[in-house]
């Protein structure tokens, strides 16, 4: 099994900043490719910034860029999501998705169980 746990959200005006974490635990033998999603009130969820091969690779979403930023350490097993001039358009219910492989090397993909964050204008 594995277990993520988020945390980090919260109500914040526009143009501040907000730090979420994302760290993941259980038998695993190793964390590949993790990204932050988002999903706002009557919308699809939408993808917001990976991090693949380790880290190595960083995407965002264009809403997001410039303002961003996502990080890994893989050794403890953690990703952030730094989010900087943050606005309104941002509330949304954040998720953290992990994907990797167990020690039998059996492929996992694991959710959070998401973290409200809320800018007010």
């Known amino acids: 099994q594995v277990q993520l746990v988020e945390s980090g959200g919260g109500l914040v005006q526009a143009g501040g900043s907000l730090r979420l974490s994302c760290t993941v635990s259980?038998?695993?033998?190793?964390?590949?490719?993790m990204a932050w999603y988002r999903q706002a009130p009557g919308k699809q969820r939408e993808l917001v910034a990976s991090?693949?091969?380790?880290?190595?690779?960083?995407n965002y979403a264009d809403s997001v860029k410039g303002r961003f930023t996502v990080s890994s350490d893989n050794a403890k097993k953690t990703v952030t999501l730094q989010m900087n001039s943050l606005k309104p358009e941002d509330t949304a219910v954040y998720y953290c998705?992990?994907?990797?492989?167990?020690?039998?090397?059996?492929?996992?993909?694991?959710w959070g169980q998401g973290t409200q964050v809320t800018v007010s204008s």
């Open positions: 991090a693949t091969r380790g880290g190595a690779i960083t």
């Open positions: 998705n992990v994907e990797g492989f167990y020690r039998d090397l059996r492929e996992y993909s694991a």
């Open positions: 259980g038998n695993i033998f190793s964390v590949n490719d």
